[in-house]
């Protein structure tokens, strides 16, 4: 076996941590963007703590409430 070829599981490894990496990165841009700024420390806490699931729950919370707010927007807009 050739030390220098990493091993599957190195390669796995490396992979989810570059996932996670970029689901922080997609997470905190998504909280820069977002109107609503409610509980904006628990969303950075739990993206930063908590690997991979953190920052998916993050972004489908601040989905969800983007919409709800672009909901609201339009029916303002609409019954003014």
């Given amino acids: ?10 390669v796995v490894l490396a992979a989810v941590a570059v996932l996670n990496i970029v689901l922080v990165v997609l997470a905190l841009a ?3 963007r977002a109107t609503d700024r409610n509980h904006w420390l628990a969303i950075i806490l739990l993206t930063l ?4 699931g953190g920052p998916v729950v993050a972004l489908i919370v601040l989905h969800r409430r ?3 707010g672009l909901v609201r927007a339009s029916e303002a807009t609409a019954t003014s």
């Fill in 49 to 52: 703590l908590v690997p991979i």
């Fill in 1 to 10: 076996m050739n030390p220098l070829i990493p091993g599957a599981g190195d």
């Fill in 66 to 68: 983007n919409a709800r």
């Fill in 30 to 32: 998504a909280l820069l």
